[in-house]
């Protein structure tokens, strides 16, 4: 199992590195650089030529991706000219929140997509099923965004049950049990109406996953020694079929990350999607590379996670 | 108490496919005594599992008519919990495919534990963890504390096929229905798990149904021997009468497909089983495969005949039977 993880980190470096190249070279092209938006338009051009070569703007790609990572490895992601402040500081404060909702939302998730799924795979073609299978089918047509919006109407605004924006009450003391009660009243809605349309895919995955199981031949060596259907059903089914899902969590991870963006606009909670779109439509290019990057790293790690998870539960692999 | 364990009567089997049900098990009777091995033979795709699944009531989706009695108890119309604490006590099986019947994720001693957990409630931890071991070590597995906590995966075929006839054997079952027991291990391996299988039949007086698609271990283990032909028995009989007169064409062929002294060439009848759906349903179902024989020799609705005390034979046409090669002249009529 060692030998796999440490092969399996590895090989996650080199992706990390590809990654920060793509996106390097990506922000070179992005119009304007760190002096455009800093700079009042009536300082003359020869000033600004020699600012640029100052802060190294006209060196080589190469030579600037070096400044660029190394500044990245000290935690120096640039200046937001928007907020005026540093990049790091700016994501630091918005990642909290989207860790938040990304960890309430995957424990919806799965509280959802579990009983569902084995449900599902267990009475598979009756009318219960079919009405889980009916629900799948929903969500996978259902925009995020538009959900997002009924949601946020109905629970929002017509019922009043959970506030409209923002992502902690004013006034509230951060480290107090109020502030963190308001903060999960605030997370609660967002991260339901994501989980809701999320989960149909695990629900879908899980029910497939019993309903393979349940026609191997190892099920009939189970129900051969004399065991029950509910035996055959916890020991061996929704054993073989759980681990699959335990692995899909990476995956989620990364749907999750562009869930966060629609999510937390049409919710006004300020975490990093937030941040994102903002970012894009005001030209904030540091902000804007700097969350592609952390995002596209968070891709690479849920896969990781997905795969260390797998090599932990399934001896199969553990071997190896 | 009765020398009959397993008495089944006009068994048949069918699967539904599309909207029409096809009998992979066609009115099979047979009767399995203690202390007997009944050796089942026939191609692939005659029906020797399905009649194996049947017995111990394990296919999915199939309409099962006729009756299994197992000890005066009628297996086709058990409820499932009567049926769960027969099977894997009283009733076992040792299945055909080794790398797929055992659980990917359960470590091989808990897998065999099972089945004395479900069955031996009053036996401890430690007891059963000793009885386990015993297991691994009778069916001749080294290092079973070893073993006990590796996973399939770590096992080759043969070592595979053990752990699931140590499953089976677990609890001294009174019938143990053993498919092709065998084939993944090699001869002194197979030749002390045939040991082992006379040694249950001894000690417990049980009935073991062996299928195989080895005559040498027929000829070798089984006190009687039935033929099946496209879901049906074509031939019953005991080992040596079937070995030294053999009637029905379907058997004659077979005995002939093994190599033996003193034979140059192999008799071996072209064709293959048909597919279910594509069986004849009616009249002799082995007449196609042999097509040199005169029609008219085939009985319209082939009934089996009991031709010598215990040897039955089904439909008329081995009486006229020859192989193409020798000719008429060798034909050797049955006693009908
Ligand atoms: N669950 C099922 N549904 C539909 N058809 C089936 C099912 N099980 C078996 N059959 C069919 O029944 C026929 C008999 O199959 P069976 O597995 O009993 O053959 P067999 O004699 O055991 O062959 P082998 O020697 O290859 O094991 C085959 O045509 C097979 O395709
Ligand atoms: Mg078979």
Not at chain 1, 31 to 50: C, F, H, K, R, Y
Not at chain 2, 212 to 240: K, N, S
Not at chain 2, 242 to 265: A, C, I, K, M, W
Request: glycine letters at 8%; one cysteine or more; aromatic letters at 8%.
């Amino acid at each position: 199992m060692w030998k796999f993880i440490v092969r399996r980190l590895l090989i996650t470096f080199p992706q990390i590195v590809l990654l920060s190249i793509l996106i390097f070279l990506m922000s070179q092209f992005m119009p304007g650089d760190a002096l455009t938006g800093m700079l009042d338009p009536n300082v003359d051009q020869s000033t600004i030529q020699e600012q640029r070569e100052r802060m190294g703007l006209n060196d080589p790609w190469h030579i600037k991706y070096a400044n660029w990572v190394s500044g990245l490895v000290q935690g120096d992601l640039g200046q937001s000219f928007r907020f005026k402040m540093d990049v790091s500081e700016l994501i630091s404060q918005r990642m909290e929140n989207t860790l938040l909702l990304g960890i309430v939302t995957l424990i919806f998730t799965y509280l959802i997509a579990i009983p569902l799924g084995i449900t599902s795979g267990r009475y598979n073609d009756t009318l219960l099923d079919q009405a889980i299978t009916g629900y799948t089918y929903v969500g996978f047509a259902t925009p995020l965004f538009i959900f997002g919006l009924v949601m946020l109407f109905i629970f929002g605004y017509q019922l009043g049950w959970f506030p409209t924006s923002g992502s902690v009450g004013p006034g509230m003391v951060p480290g107090t049990l109020d502030y963190w009660i308001s903060k999960l009243k605030h997370v609660m809605l967002p991260a339901l109406s994501m989980a809701l349309i999320q989960t149909v895919s695990t629900v879908q995955y899980l029910r497939s996953e019993i309903v393979d199981t349940k026609q191997k031949d190892f099920i009939i060596t189970a129900r051969a020694k004399g065991a029950s259907e509910s035996r055959v059903y916890n020991r061996h089914i929704f054993r073989n079929s759980l681990l699959p899902i335990a692995a899909f969590i990476g995956w989620e991870i990364t749907t999750l990350i562009v869930g966060t963006v629609f999510i937390e606009q049409i919710f006004g909670y300020p975490g990093m999607g937030l941040l994102f779109l903002e970012s894009i439509n005001m030209r904030d290019y540091s902000v804007v590379t700097a969350l592609v990057l952390l995002f596209g790293i968070a891709q690479i790690l849920g896969t990781l996670l997905s795969d260390i998870i797998l090599s932990i539960v399934d001896p199969r692999i553990r071997i190896k | 108490m009765s020398r009959k364990l397993l008495e089944i009567e006009n068994l048949t089997t069918s699967f539904q496919i599309g909207d029409e049900y096809y009998a992979a098990v066609d009115d099979v009777s047979l009767t399995v005594n203690r202390n007997e091995v009944l050796g089942i033979v026939g191609e692939s795709g005659s029906g020797k599992s399905a009649l194996a699944f049947s017995i111990m009531r394990l296919h999915n989706r199939a309409k099962i008519e006729g009756k299994i009695k197992l000890e005066g108890i009628d297996l086709a119309k058990a409820s499932t919990s009567d049926l769960n604490k027969l099977r894997g006590d009283k009733l076992s099986m040792i299945f055909q495919d080794p790398l797929t019947a055992l659980n990917p994720l359960m470590e091989i001693g808990a897998q065999i534990n099972e089945t004395l957990i479900l069955h031996r409630p009053k036996m401890s931890k430690q007891e059963r963890y000793d009885r386990v071991i015993e297991l691994l070590d009778l069916v001749g597995i080294t290092g079973p504390e070893y073993v006990y906590q590796q996973y399939p995966h770590e096992l080759s075929g043969g070592m595979r096929q053990r752990v699931i006839i140590a499953i089976a054997i677990a609890n001294k079952p009174q019938l143990l229905i053993a498919d092709e027991p065998t084939t993944a291990l090699d001869v002194t391996i197979q030749a002390q798990i045939l040991d082992l299988i006379r040694e249950l039949r001894d000690e417990m007086d049980a009935g073991i149904i062996l299928i195989t698609h080895d005559l040498g271990v027929v000829a070798e283990m089984a006190d009687r021997v039935a033929v099946m032909y496209a879901g049906q028995i074509v031939e019953i009989a005991d080992v040596h009468t079937l070995f030294e007169n053999p009637l029905h064409p379907y058997t004659r062929s077979l005995l002939n497909s093994v190599p033996t002294e003193g034979q140059d060439r192999l008799h071996v009848i072209q064709g293959i089983v048909p597919g279910l759906q594509h069986l004849p349903r009616t009249g002799c179902r082995f007449a196609a495969r042999i097509p040199w024989i005169d029609e008219s020799v085939h009985e319209e609705n082939p009934l089996l005949h009991e031709v010598t005390p215990g040897h039955f034979v089904r439909c008329t046409c081995h009486s006229y039977f020859y192989f193409p090669e020798k000719g008429k002249e060798e034909i050797t009529h049955g006693d009908t």
